[in-house]
């Protein structure tokens, strides 16, 4: 069964930073691609970065880029999206997803979603 479970959103200020993980069933960690998503109210989901099975290649959204990482911990079959400078811009909802598609940055390429951590940055 594919599961995917986020934790680690809040609230944090103006150039603060949080940590996003994803806690990935074993089967997915190893077969499927991984990527984050976010989606603002009233706007549509949009790619934030993705990660490949592998865990070898990584790419990312340009307004995300050179400030979020992301990460995976092969022991705890769970990947990280650190995010670094957070501003008002980054608040959304955060999902998780898999494909085994690479690479691809569309929601609809994606086939399992998790529930999603909501990330709050004041202004």
């Known amino acids: 069964q594919v599961q995917l479970v986020e934790s680690g959103g809040g609230l944090v200020q103006t150039g603060g930073s949080l940590r996003l993980s994803c806690a990935v069933s074993e089967r997915t960690f190893t077969s499927y691609n991984l990527g984050w998503f976010r989606q603002a109210p009233g706007k549509e989901r949009e790619f934030v970065a993705a990660i490949s099975s592998s865990g070898l290649n990584r790419g990312y959204a340009d307004s995300v880029k050179g400030r979020f990482t992301f990460s995976r911990d092969n022991a705890k079959n769970t990947v990280h999206l650190e995010m670094n400078r957070l501003n008002p811009e980054d608040t959304a909802i955060y999902y998780c997803?898999?494909?085994?598609?690479?690479?691809?940055?569309?929601?609809?390429?994606?086939?399992?979603w998790g529930q999603g951590t909501q990330v709050t940055v004041s202004s």
């Open positions: 997803a898999a494909t085994s598609s690479w690479y691809t940055t569309s929601p609809g390429a994606y086939e399992y």
